[in-house]
C-alpha cells in the first residue's frame, strides 16, 4: 500500500472523528426545541429528499439500468411498509434492495 493512501485514511478519519467529537461536546448547549435546530433538522431532510429524488430521476451506476418505472414502484412501495412498520428505517431498506434486485432481474 501507497504512503500517500495511508495519510489519506489517517486524515479522512481525523476529520471526521474530530467533527464527531466536537458535536458531543457542543451539543449541551443545543435545546432540541429551539429555532436553530429545528432549522438544521429541516435543512438535512431537505437535502436527504433532494438527494432520493435524484437518485430516482437520474440514477447512476447499476440503477441506469432499470426503468424509472420500477424505481418510482420500489419507493412508493418502501414508503408503504415504512408507514405499516410503525416508521421503522430497517424494513423499507431492506424491502427495497430486495425489491430493487427482483424488478431489476425480471422486468
Not at 441506469?64 to 423499507?92: G, H, M, Q, T, W
Amino acid at each position: 500500500m501507497s504512503a500517500n493512501i495511508i495519510y489519506a485514511i489517517l486524515l479522512t478519519s481525523l476529520a471526521t472523528f474530530l467533527s464527531r467529537f466536537l458535536g458531543v461536546v457542543s451539543s449541551e448547549g443545543i435545546k432540541e426545541t429551539s429555532k436553530l435546530f429545528k432549522w438544521f433538522n429541516c435543512l438535512a431532510y431537505a437535502t436527504l429528499a433532494a438527494l432520493i429524488a435524484r437518485t430516482i430521476i437520474f440514477p447512476v451506476g447499476v440503477l441506469i439500468d432499470s426503468s424509472y418505472l420500477s424505481r418510482l414502484a420500489v419507493v412508493i412501495l418502501s414508503l408503504i411498509v415504512f408507514f405499516i412498520s410503525k416508521k421503522n428505517y430497517v424494513y423499507p431498506t431492506i424491502f427495497s434492495a430486495v425489491s430493487m434486485a427482483i424488478l431489476s432481474n425480471y422486468f
